[in-house]
């Protein structure tokens, strides 16, 4: 196999083309209906701390098992609104996690002096399918990871994935999902509105045409080999 079907983001002049001014392109991601968020409030007054955090604040945020993240988080319901204590119902859809954040932080001075919210969120998962070493879903504790994060998560792409062409699927706000194609030996790759990950996306990697002409090669060469060893043990015993 060729090198320049392996390598990522080839371009023998990239130092030479990438200007001092270059950046990615990041949005922050805006909270959708069933999204989950931890919401931790610390305070002078552990007692009404409590209240609001649903787990011990000692446990910081609870990064041992997915799963005991959903449970201990708030969970953003269809009309995209949150429940907390005293405070009573938020609406958050469409808010970013800075902006949820915010908007606690001000209705909560009403209720305890001095108090100090976080709020991160724990639903962040991606899947990562087809020609990697490991597929499978990956939960992620960083809002701005990229695609090449995600391909090292999952042990990076065989040899016989097609760079060229990885699909990317992104559940959108109005409940649809798109399908991009991404090639991720394009150096401009890092500067496309795709490059960064979503909550929820699809990754999956496409097998070479020619790695599947080898497996089907590979195939019928086993099904040859049965067949000339049935006819020349037909032939033995006969």
Known sequence: MAKKELVYIQNPNLKENVPTDFQTRYSAYNLQSNDVLS????????????????????????????????LSGYAIDNEGFINLPTVGKLKVEGLTTSQTQELIQKNLDRYITDATVVVKLISFKVSVLGEVRNPGYFYIYN???????ALSMAGDLTQGADRENVKLIRQKPDGKSEIVLLDLKDPNLVQSQYYYLMPNDVIYAEPLKTQLKRDNLVVWNAVLGVI???ALLYNLFK
């Not at 409590?50 to 997915?66: K, R």
């Not at 809002?143 to 994060?149: G, P, Q, S, T």
């Open 228 to 230: 000339s060893t049935g």
């Open 143 to 149: 809002e701005r990871a990229n695609l090449l994060e």
């Open 39 to 70: 919401i931790k409030v610390l305070s002078v007054d552990p007692d009404m701390s409590n209240l609001f955090n649903i787990t011990n604040p000692a446990n910081a945020f609870g990064v041992s098992e997915p799963a005991s993240l959903y």
